[in-house]
């Protein structure tokens, strides 16, 4: 990246109080001149310790708006808006509504790479390394038999009550302002 562009990018993250986050994938220039690099979820707790005012996502949308679930007071803008994931447009808030429909009073867990809409229509999100633990934990659901240590509730640091309608919101189920 050109010095003058990124003393540009210095300059204004310090005069609006951003801070940078890359995802792993990004390219190399991209990665030099962010704050932190990482997953997906880990940027995103970062987002959430460090309150920024502004916190600037390079990654893909849902990245962008699991950032502004941990951090609902920063406004969270992605670095290249139409930047999406296959795995999360793979499923949309309807067809989890008609799954809710076949199924009535069954849990549904869906994977952290889902939209905000997704997570909204479901009880609970895990973690590639967390997923038996939540779905054991899960109403309905017997915990003895986990195989894999405890988990302890709001591990992924996703409440998905914080995304949908009603009492209690914590923010407009448009995450990404």
């Known amino acids: 990246m050109p010095a003058g562009i990124t003393e540009e990018i210095r300059r204004l993250k310090n005069d609006r109080g951003a801070i940078i986050l890359a995802h792993s994938y990004q390219p190399g220039p991209v990665q030099d001149i962010a704050d932190h690099v990482g997953d997906s979820l880990e940027l995103?707790?970062?987002?959430?310790?460090?309150?920024?005012?502004?916190?600037?996502?390079?990654?893909?949308?849902?990245?962008?708006?699991?950032?502004?679930?941990?951090?609902?007071?920063?406004?969270?803008?992605?670095?290249?808006?139409?930047?999406?994931?296959?795995?999360?447009?793979?499923?949309?808030?309807?067809?989890?509504?008609?799954?809710k429909e076949q199924h009535p009073g069954v849990p549904v867990v869906v994977y952290v790479n889902s939209t905000v809409e997704v997570k909204a229509e479901a009880w609970a999100c895990c973690t590639s390394a967390n997923s038996i633990q939540v779905a054991k934990a899960a109403p309905g659901m017997r915990s003895s038999s986990a195989r894999t240590g405890t988990w302890e509730p709001g591990y992924s640091g996703i409440s998905t009550r914080r995304c949908t309608s009603g009492p209690g919101v914590a923010m407009p189920t448009a995450a990404v302002t």
Do not use: H, Q, W, Y
């Open 44 to 99: 995103s707790r970062i987002a959430a310790e460090e309150a920024a005012d502004l916190v600037v996502f390079c990654g893909v949308r849902f990245m962008a708006e699991t950032a502004k679930l941990l951090s609902p007071e920063s406004t969270v803008v992605l670095a290249a808006p139409d930047a999406s994931c296959s795995l999360a447009a793979s499923m949309t808030a309807g067809d989890v509504v008609s799954l």
